[in-house]
């Protein structure tokens, strides 16, 4: 397949684009051997198209990493005009790279950037994003997440859905109180993995010089929103009720896929450290959609391997964690690793000072950003067993207080962050205090 | 009688009279070398020292995982510190080398001709020692790392023998540019690391076969504990 010079699109899909013209919505669905699933994805944002946006230009793109599972025969044969579905591949693995290398490194976020540069051709208003391993999607997703952007003249629409109490654990103790107490807007799931977004707010993220990092595979979903958020577009989040998808991304390994979001998170708080240092509390965005109670899929946890984890990493890794954690934190940390069976806990204020120290080691290059993270990953399946004992007996609405209240901390404790994101290290300031 | 204690006394004082106006100027020269010299490596000291602190060495120190085993040795106040004394160890080095030519003997000449002929041997054999230290320190914490985010319970060990196996490779290939013990210590650790290959395969293969059923077992049991688990983290 042959690359246009100028983007990252293909001659053959140029061709293809020129002849459309022009599309109102672009709906873009991003697979990597998802034929089980994407049919079914495919026929729900046709028959939203069709139901909500009847007379409204639109175009289906699914931009495919090279699946070998006959994905794009899935596509194909799922009912609907072949027409107006168009297919987009982008390389997950090196040799494919090879042959379409301006697509960049494997990853969802080349994916996006294939649609968004779609979007950007043929001048759409509004774009739409779903995964293509959704079980639970309607045909009112689409509604949700384009209307806001093409009546409300919204740039940036993030799901909100209704989840397990085990389901999203990044998600819960990192990703969403970080991004509410630096960034100041609620919004619940940042990387929830559908978007909305206006077709300014797409052709903005095509400037970014980053689709060559880690934004370029699972960082893209957090990256989209606090790009939105500290860059001052609109934001809003849309009730889509549960999301149930495939319970595993293939090919995903817990440590590379924390990396990769936790990695980005802390990248975008040094990119917008002028924005969040000047930023204080947190509001919540506009809610499109009606609230409804669903069912969700009940989740297996293996708590005990987590504790064993989280034990061994203090153990094998006190030397690691003695160069940039301050040593009460450290000390905390041996401590909870102590406590047993069912008592087994790590604090709020604890994981909060945790997260904030890890933060700005990663800012001060402390240690090699790689490790640092990788060195992460035992603390918080730590975190993560302690919250399932805590909320072992509590509901969904209690759940929820217990990640408000941990929010909370974040917020209040943000001098603790600004302390130490403007503060050189523990050991060098011991070496100056020597020196 | 004046012929004697010309003999006696003032030949041997004119001899010395020679002798000395031979050497003092000599002594003078590598006094002044060591005065001047060294007042010049401590000026060096404290100009390094400001540059590598101002430069934030330190810190790149303690990335790079060197400053802990710069602290190991309990001698000095930081690694901007080691620094500067490093500069001013190896200008200390020249000076006494240029005092010694300065001497005009033929050993020390010698001597120094030596030296100066063995230094970039020196040089490049510290350059392997450092580099080993810093590529080992990182290939030890990587497989520390993925060891224990694999859940394996001898993390320390792995860790402990990746930093090994890469400093012995260090150091063979220092002293082999030293030209120390060449042969002797090749096949010295050409039959160690086969030894500790060999010992490693049979007590683990065969001594251990227990500890290596149990191991196995224990791996895919884990895999399968993983496979059933549908705990989602993001």
């Given at each position: 397949m042959k690359e246009n010079?100028?983007?990252?699109?293909s001659t053959e899909l140029l061709t293809r684009l020129n002849e459309i013209g022009e599309a109102e919505i672009v709906v873009g669905i991003p697979s990597y051997n998802n034929a089980r699933t994407i049919g079914h994805v495919v026929r729900a944002v046709n028959a939203g198209l069709a139901k909500y946006f009847p007379e409204r230009k639109s175009v289906i793109v699914n931009s495919d990493g090279?699946?070998?599972?006959?994905t794009r025969e899935a596509v194909l044969s799922?009912?609907?005009?072949?027409?107006?579905v168009l297919f987009v591949a982008h390389p997950v693995r090196l040799v494919s790279r090879i042959s379409?290398?301006?697509?960049?490194?494997?990853?969802k976020g080349s994916a996006f950037r294939t649609i968004f540069s779609v979007a950007k051709h043929l001048n759409a208003k509004a774009c739409v994003v779903v995964d293509s391993?959704?079980?639970?999607?309607?045909?009112q997703w689409v509604e949700l997440l384009a209307k806001p952007i093409l009546e409300?003249?919204?740039d940036f629409i993030a799901p909100y859905y209704l989840r397990?109490?085990?389901?999203?654990t990044i998600t819960n103790s990192i990703i969403y109180p970080i991004t509410r107490s630096l960034f100041?807007?609620?919004?619940?799931?940042?990387?929830?993995?559908e978007f909305g977004l206006s077709g300014r707010l797409a052709a903005h993220y095509l400037e970014?010089?980053?689709?060559?990092?880690?934004v370029a595979r699972f960082g893209i979903d957090i990256w989209m929103t606090v790009t939105a958020i500290a860059e001052g577009f609109k934001v809003a989040q849309a009730y889509l009720g549960a999301k149930l998808h495939d319970a595993k991304d293939p090919g995903s390994d817990l440590t590379s896929m924390f990396r990769q979001v936790v990695g980005s998170v802390f990248g975008l708080m040094e990119t917008y450290s002028s924005v969040w240092q000047s930023m204080n509390g947190s509001q919540p965005v506009p809610m499109f959609g009606f609230p409804f109670e669903v069912g969700v899929e009940p989740i297996s946890v293996n708590v005990d391997r987590m504790v064993k984890t989280y034990r061994q990493g203090i153990s094998d890794l006190r030397e690691i964690f003695q160069g940039f954690l301050s040593p009460q934190t450290f000390h905390d940390l041996t401590a909870c690793a102590e406590r047993s069976g069912e008592d087994f806990r790590v604090p709020d204020l604890l994981w909060v000072h945790m997260i904030y120290e890890f933060a700005a080691a990663y800012h001060h290059k402390l240690l090699d950003r790689d490790h640092l993270m990788q060195s992460l990953v035992p603390l918080y399946l730590g975190r993560t067993a302690s919250f399932v004992l805590e909320v072992k007996e509590s509901n969904a609405f209690e759940v929820e207080q217990r990640i408000e209240e941990l929010c909370s901390v974040f917020e209040a404790e943000r001098p603790y962050l600004d302390h130490h994101w403007s503060d050189t290290s523990r050991k060098e300031k011991n070496y100056a205090r020597a020196n | 009688m004046p012929g004697l204690i010309e003999k006696a006394f003032i030949e041997p004082f004119d001899r010395l009279a020679q002798q000395l106006a031979l050497v003092v100027p000599a002594l003078i020269i590598v006094l002044v070398i060591l005065i001047v010299g060294g007042a010049v490596a401590y000026v060096a000291r404290r100009l390094t020292y400001r540059l590598l602190v101002t430069t934030h060495f330190d810190r790149l120190m303690i990335q790079t995982g060197v400053a802990s085993t710069i602290d190991r040795a309990?001698?000095?106040?930081s690694p901007s510190d080691f620094g500067a004394r490093l500069v001013q160890g190896v200008l200390w080095m020249f000076i006494i080398l240029l005092a010694l030519s300065a001497t005009n003997a033929q050993m020390t000449q010698d001597l120094v001709v030596r030296f100066v002929n063995y230094v970039p041997d020196i040089l490049t054999a510290t350059l392997v020692l450092l580099l080993g230290s810093v590529v080992s320190k990182f290939l030890a914490r990587s497989a520390l790392l993925a060891a224990v985010n694999a859940h394996w319970s001898g993390a320390r060990l792995i860790a402990g023998g990746v930093r090994l196996l890469v400093m012995s490779l260090a150091v063979v290939i220092a002293l082999e540019q030293l030209r120390i013990g060449r042969t002797a210590l090749l096949v010295s650790f050409g039959i160690l690391f086969g030894g500790v290959v060999l010992g490693g395969a049979i007590a683990f293969g065969f001594v251990a076969r227990d500890l290596a059923r149990d191991w196995v077992q224990s791996i895919l049991k884990s895999r399968a504990s993983e496979d059933e688990e549908v705990f989602r983290h993001l």
């Open positions: 010079g100028q983007n990252n699109l090279g699946s070998n599972d006959n799922a009912e609907l005009d072949a027409d107006s379409t290398p301006y697509h960049g490194i494997p990853g391993d959704l079980r639970s999607i309607t045909p409300r003249d919204l397990h109490k085990y389901d999203g100041g807007r609620r919004v619940r799931q940042p990387i929830g993995g970014k010089e980053v689709w060559g990092t880690d | 309990r001698v000095f106040r």
